[in-house]
């Protein structure tokens, strides 16, 4: 690692490299015999190579403040995959990236709102009338950036709507949406634009009440004005948030009452207010066009047959970089368990195979990706682009947080939708020198199966779970350091990955969705 910690500062170009003493180097211990599993397992020794010790040097590396956090996109996040790809070359892995390299690049455009060029402004025969942009409206930016299109109103947008009404292509999409914009709140608005995206309409607007006071407006329109990235560019319509009070001039010009159409029941035929055309800006400025890069490496497997399908385990290398110091001046979010501590499992646990004279039947596919905290973009790319065929894809282990909080459990999400839940109960039950009770999902109401990078593989209809050990008061703070993971806990939950992977692996038979499994994790996903 010597030479890794001074790449890492030569592509920093931190001056307190030369001056201050970096992370040691994440040490490799001797492969020590497991003494309590059994001595027929092939995968006994091992999985006995990943170590407390081994994975407190991972993480404290990955979650060094010489790396700054990990955003994405970062010259730390760049240091990270560096030595994520060393280390996979090191242990023998092939290249499971772009042009034979271990890394696979995406497009993510850092762009800005242009506040000085939004607009949202209504024709009616000479007439024009405009919005002031932060008092009567926001934007969240999108693509096309200009239009000029008749609006249609379908009422109340509630959580049971599942399509949109005929009649609203190329058109712009008006809905009310009552409350305050909590997690609920803008869930249900994502769905309303992905519907009205899916319906061909050229933008969405959706009208507010008073629940959005002017702190409200404000704190949004912070959020849509941040630089932001955007895999491959933008591809969402704009969502145009509109004050009520600032929209019913429009209504009664067209010979409407919003509050007469705006009665409870839901969506409603459209109503398209005639005689007027509305034009809506939303430029955005390129700050910076990067390429984030997700990191690849594979096992080849032994099975004439088998090797060409793959188990793929995957973490995320990213966390969310610098931000406002803390009480104590830290402002360096190290994200030691979020996720370095998941990420240093996938290193450990494919290091522990390619240490293995005996290969397992099928390959296995360890992937690192990047922009998981953006919105799960380093995995959608992939499962979008994938480098090996996504149809011989068995199975996806997802390790996220894993070194803290109740020393010996692990949540393992997405159990009871495929065969992979009985699976991993018997795994846990061979190895209780593990320590570890498996438990079902806990906290259903956070939906966590949406919110890691396994779900950009169940949506292509591979079977999922997710490894996590829940949120802490350190969660996306400054506060997230190495001094507070438990590494021996971390350890024997890569432990377990391990023998999960192995029994995947050297199935004859590809794991399955049971039939209601699959159809709630489809219905979930609409």
Same mark, same amino acid.
């Given at each position: 690692?010597?030479?890794?910690?001074?790449?890492?500062?030569?592509?920093?170009?931190?001056?307190?490299?030369?001056?201050?003493?970096?992370?040691?180097?994440?040490?490799?211990?001797?492969?020590?015999?497991? !003494? *309590?599993? /059994?001595? $027929?397992?092939?995968? =006994?020794?091992?999985?006995?190579? +990943?170590? &407390?010790?081994? %994975?407190?040097?991972?993480?404290?590396?990955?979650?060094?403040?010489?790396?700054?956090?990990?955003?994405?996109?970062?010259?730390?996040?760049?240091?990270?995959?560096?030595?994520?790809?060393?280390?996979?070359?090191?242990?023998?892995?092939?290249?499971?990236?772009?042009?034979?390299?271990?890394?696979?690049?995406?497009?993510?455009?850092?762009?800005?709102?242009?506040?000085?060029?939004?607009?949202?402004?209504?024709?009616?025969?000479?007439?024009?009338?405009?919005?002031?942009?932060?008092?009567?409206?926001?934007?969240?930016?999108?693509?096309?950036?200009?239009?000029?299109?008749?609006?249609?109103?379908?009422?109340? !947008? *509630?959580? /049971?709507? $599942?399509?949109?009404? =005929?009649?609203?292509?190329?058109? +712009?999409? &008006?809905?009310? %949406?009552?409350?305050?914009?909590?997690?609920?709140?803008?869930?249900?608005?994502?769905?309303?634009?992905?519907?009205?995206?899916?319906?061909?309409?050229?933008?969405?607007?959706?009208?507010?009440?008073?629940?959005?006071?002017?702190?409200?407006?404000?704190?949004?329109?912070?959020?849509?004005?941040?630089?932001?990235?955007?895999?491959?560019?933008?591809?969402?319509?704009?969502?145009?948030?509109?004050?009520?009070?600032?929209?019913?001039?429009?209504?009664?010009?067209?010979?409407?009452?919003?509050?007469?159409?705006?009665?409870?029941?839901?969506?409603?035929?459209?109503?398209?207010?005639?005689?007027?055309?509305? !034009?809506?800006?939303?430029?955005?400025?390129?700050?910076?066009?990067?390429?984030?890069?997700?990191?690849?490496?594979?096992?080849?497997?032994?099975?004439?047959?088998?090797?060409?399908?793959?188990?793929?385990?995957?973490?995320?290398?990213?966390?969310?970089?610098?931000?406002?110091?803390?009480?104590?001046?830290?402002?360096?979010?190290?994200?030691?368990?979020?996720?370095?501590?998941?990420?240093?499992?996938?290193?450990?646990?494919?290091?522990?195979?390619?240490?293995?004279?005996?290969?397992?039947?099928?390959?296995?596919?360890?992937?690192?990706?990047?922009?998981?905290?953006?919105?799960?973009?380093?995995?959608?790319?992939?499962?979008?682009?994938?480098?090996?065929?996504?149809?011989?894809?068995?199975?996806?282990?997802?390790?996220?947080?894993?070194?803290?909080?109740?020393?010996?459990?692990?949540?393992?999400?997405?159990?009871?939708?495929?065969?992979?839940?009985?699976?991993?109960?018997?795994?846990?039950?061979?190895?209780?020198?593990?320590?570890?009770?498996?438990?079902?999902?806990?906290?259903?109401?956070?939906?966590?199966?949406?919110?890691?990078?396994?779900?950009?593989?169940?949506?292509?209809?591979?079977?999922?779970?997710?490894?996590?050990?829940?949120?802490?008061?350190?969660?996306?703070?400054?506060?997230?350091?190495?001094?507070?993971?438990?590494?021996?806990?971390?350890?024997?939950?890569?432990?377990?990955?391990?023998?999960?992977?192995?029994?995947?692996?050297?199935?004859?038979?590809?794991?399955?969705?049971?039939?209601?499994?699959?159809?709630?994790?489809?219905?979930?996903?609409?």
């Amino acid at each position: 690692m010597r030479s890794t910690v001074l790449a890492v500062c030569v592509t920093l170009g931190i001056a307190a490299c030369v001056r201050t003493p970096q992370p040691a180097a994440p040490a490799v211990n001797p492969m020590p015999a497991m !003494a *309590d599993a /059994a001595p $027929t397992d092939p995968g =006994a020794l091992a999985a006995g190579t +990943i170590t &407390a010790r081994d %994975m407190h040097a991972r993480i404290g590396y990955l979650a060094s403040d010489a790396l700054k956090g990990r955003d994405t996109p970062s010259q730390g996040l760049e240091a990270a995959a560096a030595y994520i790809a060393s280390e996979f070359e090191r242990m023998g892995l092939e290249p499971g990236g772009d042009a034979g390299t271990f890394f696979q690049r995406y497009p993510f455009p850092v762009l800005q709102l242009d506040t000085m060029t939004a607009a949202f402004s209504v024709q009616r025969g000479s007439q024009r009338t405009r919005l002031a942009y932060g008092r009567d409206f926001i934007i969240a930016r999108g693509t096309p950036e200009s239009v000029s299109a008749p609006l249609h109103f379908l009422g109340i !947008a *509630d959580s /049971a709507m $599942t399509a949109m009404p =005929a009649g609203v292509k190329d058109g +712009i999409v &008006a809905v009310v %949406m009552a409350g305050a914009p909590d997690r609920a709140w803008r869930a249900r608005a994502g769905r309303v634009q992905r519907l009205a995206q899916g319906a061909d309409a050229k933008a969405l607007v959706v009208l507010v009440d008073d629940a959005w006071t002017p702190e409200v407006f404000a704190t949004r329109n912070r959020v849509f004005t941040a630089a932001q990235g955007a895999l491959g560019g933008l591809r969402n319509i704009p969502v145009y948030y509109v004050r009520q009070s600032s929209a019913r001039p429009f209504f009664r010009a067209a010979g409407q009452d919003l509050a007469t159409l705006s009665t409870p029941g839901g969506m409603r035929d459209p109503v398209t207010l005639s005689g007027a055309t509305f !034009a809506l800006e939303g430029k955005v400025k390129v700050l910076r066009d990067a390429k984030p890069p997700n990191v690849i490496g594979i096992l080849r497997g032994a099975d004439p047959v088998l090797r060409d399908s793959y188990v793929v385990l995957s973490a995320h290398m990213d966390h969310v970089g610098v931000g406002t110091p803390n009480a104590s001046g830290d402002s360096i979010f190290n994200g030691a368990d979020d996720d370095a501590s998941g990420t240093s499992a996938v290193v450990e646990v494919a290091e522990a195979l390619a240490s293995m004279t005996t290969r397992p039947a099928r390959s296995v596919l360890f992937i690192t990706v990047s922009g998981e905290e953006k919105g799960l973009l380093g995995s959608e790319y992939f499962a979008e682009h994938p480098t090996v065929p996504i149809d011989k894809m068995v199975a996806n282990i997802n390790l996220d947080m894993i070194s803290r909080n109740s020393p010996d459990s692990i949540v393992v999400i997405g159990q009871q939708y495929s065969s992979l839940g009985p699976l991993l109960q018997d795994v846990g039950a061979r190895h209780p020198e593990l320590r570890l009770t498996l438990s079902q999902d806990i906290w259903p109401e956070e939906r966590f199966f949406f919110r890691s990078d396994h779900y950009n593989f169940a949506k292509k209809d591979i079977p999922a779970i997710f490894f996590f050990n829940g949120v802490h008061a350190d969660y996306h703070q400054a506060s997230d350091e190495i001094s507070k993971t438990d590494a021996d806990k971390a350890a024997r939950v890569a432990q377990l990955a391990f023998h999960m992977t192995w029994a995947i692996a050297n199935g004859r038979t590809a794991p399955q969705w049971s039939p209601q499994g699959l159809a709630e994790v489809r219905a979930l996903m609409r």
